[in-house]
T-cell receptor
């Protein structure tokens, strides 16, 4: 399967703990995106990378959130000192310029539950 | 700030009927995407609309884009149960930063009843 993959698929953690999620994009894609989706809402943009450079961060990305893409391939999203409000589905997507513009392909998501 | 509004948010329809979902957005953009999401699953790309007047069709679904009216429509023809899902429209940013963030609508939860 050459789609976007994410790990873990589910994470349950206690409030105050740190968590880290991983995303592996489609191999030829140079852009990688993180979104957060809560129940009944559309995904909300968090940040994106072009190769290893983080080009944009949403104001939703508080100081407790950090994302990296060290070699321009996989990416990690870390949440420090988790809060119950962080409970959501975290989606990763990747894209590259093509005949369908920068169409973003989404991974299966990591569902985070903070207890 | 770019806002994307979909209506209706909930749609229950009978098999065989037609209906249209509307997506309005607040600022200039000529790149609009439609995604489908099944419960507990990720998003599946349906249509990519990259210019004013673009129309794309796949099976019982047809999407169009009017950039002057800042409106996209997703038309469902002769609905079948398998189309039950949540449909999102998403708008790319303004041209010079295109390919960065997508701003999504709230989604339209479609239920097709036998």
């Amino acid at each position: 399967d050459t789609g976007v993959s994410q790990d873990p698929r589910h994470k349950i953690t206690k409030r105050g703990q740190n968590v880290t999620f991983r995303c592996d994009p489609i191999s030829e894609h140079n852009r990688l995106y993180w979104y957060r989706q809560t129940l009944g809402q559309g995904p909300e943009f968090l940040t994106y990378f072009q190769n290893e450079a983080q080009l944009e961060k949403s104001r939703l990305l508080s100081d407790r959130f950090s994302a990296e893409r060290p070699k321009g391939s996989f990416s990690t999203l870390e949440i420090q000192r988790t809060e119950q409000g962080d409970s959501a589905m975290y989606l990763c997507a990747s894209s590259s310029w093509g005949h369908r513009g920068y169409e973003q392909y989404f991974g299966p998501g990591t569902r985070l539950t903070v207890t | 700030e770019l806002k994307v509004e979909q209506n209706p948010l909930f749609l229950s329809m009978q098999e065989g009927k037609n209906y249209t979902i509307y997506c309005n957005y607040s600022t200039t953009s000529d790149r609009l995407y439609w995604y489908r999401q099944d419960p507990g699953k990720s998003l599946e790309s349906l249509f990519v609309l990259l210019s004013n007047g673009a129309v794309k069709q796949e099976g019982r679904l047809m999407a169009s884009l009017d950039t002057k009216a800042r409106l996209s429509t997703l038309h469902i023809t002769a609905a079948v149960h398998d189309l039950s899902a949540t449909y999102f429209c998403a708008v790319d940013t303004i041209e010079e930063t295109s390919g960065s963030r997508l701003t999504f609508g709230e989604g339209t939860q479609l239920t097709v009843n036998p």
